[in-house]
C-alpha cells in the first residue's frame, strides 16, 4: 500500500508533503495499527513484525519529504513529526489496557478480569483469577497485560450510575440551578477583582450563603486539596485532604466535592458558591460522557440532586478566580495547599488519568 502511494497525484507536480503526511497518518496507519493488541503484548516475540513495519515507515518517510534512500529514520521521524513505530505501539497499547476500567463491570471481558475493587463478586469458571500462578504466567496475551493494570488503578468510572441517565440527570431537572461565572478575555483583572468583592460583599451577611473558596496542590505526587467554607456568624470551616498519584484536576475535584459536602450538611443553607481558578474541572461534574473523574462527579452529583430536590430556591454558582488577581480568599487557600509537604507512607493504587500521564511521560522520556 505504501508502494502504491506513489501512484497519486498528477504527472506535473503530484501532491505537497503536507497532504503526504496527512494521507500516511489517516489512511496507512489506522490500517497498519489495527487489531495491533492479537501479536503486541508482553513476551511476545516482535522483532520480525517491527523490522518489517520500520520499513514500511521509512518508505513512506522518504515519499513525504522526497528524501534519500540512505537518510536516516530517525531524523526523518523528527522533521515530519511521526513518532517511532515502537513508541507508537506502546503508547496505544498502554491506553488500550486501561480501557477496559472503563467497561462496565457486567461486560463479558470485564467477567473474565479480575475485580479488584469488588473482592466479594464470585469469578466466573473462565475468569483470569482462576488460574494458577504458574499459568499466569505461560499466557502472554493482552487481556492478561490489562487484568494486571487494573490492579494498580483504582477504580474511576461509572458510565451506568443513575445519575447519568437521560431524564434523571441535574442537567435535565434542574438545569435553571446552578451557573458559572468566568473571567473571559473581555474581563480585565482588575473588572474580574471588583466583581468577586461585589458577590463577596453581598453574600457574607446572609445566613442561608455558603462561600466556598477551594485549591488544589501537587508535591512528591501527593495532592493537597483544601476548601474553606465562609457562612455568616460561622467560625472558618477548613478542610484539608492528602491523596497520592492523582492528577491536578482530580485534586480540585476531590476539594470541590468535599467543599459542596461542608455547605450541604449545614442547616438552612439555600446557595453555595465555589470559587476556583480551575473552572474547567467544575464543568466536568454536569458532563454525563464517560470522562476518568466519574468517581468524583457521581457523589458530587448526588449531593446537589438532594440539595436541589429538598427546596426549589436552592441553588449553587461557580465563580473563576485566576491565581494572578491574588484575590484575599483564594490567597489564603492557595498559600494553605502549598504550606503542606507531606511524605508518602503507605504503597497506594494510582488513579486512571495519572496512569495515562506516566505511561505518556515514559514514552517521550525514551
Known amino acids: ?26 489512511y496507512i496507519l489506522p490500517i497498519t495499527l489495527y487489531s495491533f493488541q492479537v501479536w503486541f503484548y508482553n ?42 513505530i515502537k513508541l507508537q505501539f506502546q503508547k496505544l497499547a498502554s491506553r488500550s489496557q486501561l480501557q477496559s476500567a472503563m467497561l462496565p463491570t457486567n461486560h463479558i471481558i470485564r467477567t473474565l478480569m479480575d475485580n479488584p475493587s469488588n473482592v466479594n463478586v464470585k469469578p466466573t469458571p473462565h475468569s483470569i483469577k482462576m488460574l494458577t500462578n504458574h499459568q499466569k504466567t505461560i499466557i502472554k496475551e493482552h487481556l492478561i497485560n490489562s487484568n494486571n493494570k487494573l490492579f494498580g488503578v483504582f477504580p474511576s ?21 446552578f451557573s458559572f461565572n468566568l473571567s473571559n478575555k473581555e474581563k480585565n483583572d ?26 488544589a496542590s501537587i508535591k ?18 477548613k478542610t484539608v ?21 461542608q455547605a450541604c450538611s449545614m442547616e438552612n443553607i439555600s446557595k453555595i458558591i465555589v470559587i476556583t481558578d480551575s473552572i474547567h474541572a467544575a464543568k466536568k461534574i454536569f458532563k454525563s460522557k464517560s470522562h476518568p473523574y466519574q468517581l468524583h ?15 426549589q430556591e436552592n441553588s449553587i454558582e461557580f465563580w473563576e478566580c485566576l ?26 493504587k494510582i488513579s486512571w488519568d495519572y496512569c495515562k500521564k506516566i505511561d505518556s511521560d515514559n514514552i517521550i522520556s525514551q
Open 220 to 237: 512528591n505526587n501527593i495532592a493537597t486539596s483544601i476548601s474553606h467554607v465562609h457562612i455568616c456568624d460561622h467560625p472558618l470551616i
Open 157 to 177: 468510572f461509572s458510565p451506568l450510575h443513575p445519575e447519568f441517565n437521560p431524564g434523571s440527570r441535574i442537567v435535565d431537572k434542574f438545569s435553571d440551578r
Open 297 to 311: 462527579t457521581m457523589a458530587i452529583l448526588s449531593k446537589l440532586h438532594r440539595f436541589f430536590a429538598s427546596n
Open 43 to 84: 513476551k511476545a516475540p516482535l522483532l520480525y513484525h517491527m523490522k518489517i513495519l520500520e520499513k514500511m515507515q521509512k518508505r513512506a518517510a522518504i515519499w513525504i519529504l522526497g528524501a534519500f534512500k540512505t537518510s536516516p529514520l530517525e531524523g526523518l521521524e523528527a522533521i515530519i513529526g511521526i513518532i517511532t
Open 190 to 215: 482588575k473588572i474580574c477583582f471588583q466583581q468577586l468583592n461585589k458577590m463577596t460583599l453581598q453574600s457574607s451577611s446572609s445566613l442561608h450563603i455558603a462561600i466556598v473558596v477551594i485549591d
Open 323 to 348: 491565581s494572578c488577581l491574588k484575590w484575599r480568599l483564594h490567597q489564603a487557600v492557595d498559600k494553605d495547599s502549598k504550606a503542606f509537604n507531606p511524605q508518602p507512607i503507605l504503597l497506594s
Open 1 to 26: 500500500m505504501v508502494k502504491c502511494m506513489k501512484l497519486l497525484g498528477n504527472s506535473l507536480q503530484g501532491i505537497n508533503p503536507i497532504q503526504k503526511h496527512l494521507l500516511y497518518r489517516c
Open 241 to 261: 485532604h492528602h491523596v497520592a498519584f492523582i492528577t491536578s484536576t482530580e485534586a480540585e475535584l476531590f476539594a470541590i466535592r468535599y467543599g459542596i459536602n
